[in-house]
């Protein structure tokens, strides 16, 4: 007998400047799936219906997105502004006053630092996967230059270019150090096999919900969260909670090296996540089975 998917329950919240689209599946502890790139609530649909077994899992389109909505015309984005409302999102699917768990990757990663700096309180997990705090770097200046040639390449040439230079200036992903793979964690676990049967990671219409937010991801939040220099004293006040996470084939690319900068200046082991910068699209359910090792469930 095939087995039912879990019901998708889905709300709307009301914050400062926006309002936002939520979706909710399962039942117990809660953790938010925060998107990142250009992405929406739909990038985790796979990976929560693994997870909605043991919590009440929660993703949303973020505020600039799909089926959120701003309240005046789209400017460049802030990280404080993204993370206030996954802080609003957790008080109220928390209205009990219990913690929350989090996950983010790349873009969201950096909003959920921000986060567990500002709202620890409400936090008992934090896994942020590869954020592109690039100022933690020597080569900081590099970095933020790359990522305005990227959205100038789309002011020039549109979405295509954008993306091959994005692609060209992270770069391969070459072999961390001896020093870097001695501190971080590799959590053993199956990984998704090629061409295996299962639905696939995005649906076509959360997909093309995606391609259509990338002008905005470009132009307006790109740059500013790239540039966004994380709380390290905050950080370190509640270090117990966070777990910094790489793909496991990111090697040295530069979407990697800065969670590795600040695992060792936190004093935290880094988790190895199946996959590169997106592994979670690329084996979710063994992207789920690393979450349940890392949050304890």
Known sequence: MTEQPTKVRTGT?????????????GSGPVLVLM?????????YDV???????????????????????????????????HSEDVHLLIEEVCPDGKRASVFGTSASAVVA?????????????????????VDVLPDAEAAHALFAEVRAAFRRDGAEAAAATMSAGIGDPEPPTPEETS????????????????????????LARMQANFPVFVEHLLCPFTAYVPDEAALAAVSDRLVPA?????????????????AERLGRELVAFPGGHVGVVEHPAAFAVMLRKVLGG
Do not use: F, K, M
């Not at 630092?113 to 705090?133: K, M, S």
């Open 13 to 25: 919240l009301e914050v400062t400047g926006a309002t936002l689209h939520y979706e909710v599946r």
């Open 35 to 43: 998107p990142g790139g250009s992405a929406d609530a739909g990038l």
């Open 47 to 81: 990976l929560a219906e693994e997870l909605a077994d043991a919590w009440t899992v929660v993703s949303y389109d973020p505020r600039c997105y799909s089926r959120s909505r701003l309240d005046a015309p789209v400017a460049d984005q802030r990280v404080e502004d």
């Open 113 to 133: 630092l921000d986060l567990l700096g500002r709202h620890p309180e409400r936090l008992d997990r934090v896994v942020a996967h590869e954020p592109p705090v």
């Open 183 to 206: 501190r971080t964690t590799r959590q053993d676990g199956p990984q998704d096999a090629p061409g295996a049967a299962g639905p696939p990671p995005i649906g076509p219409e959360a």
């Open 246 to 262: 790489v793909g496991e084939n990111s090697g040295r690319q530069l979407t990697a090296r800065p969670v590795r900068v600040l």
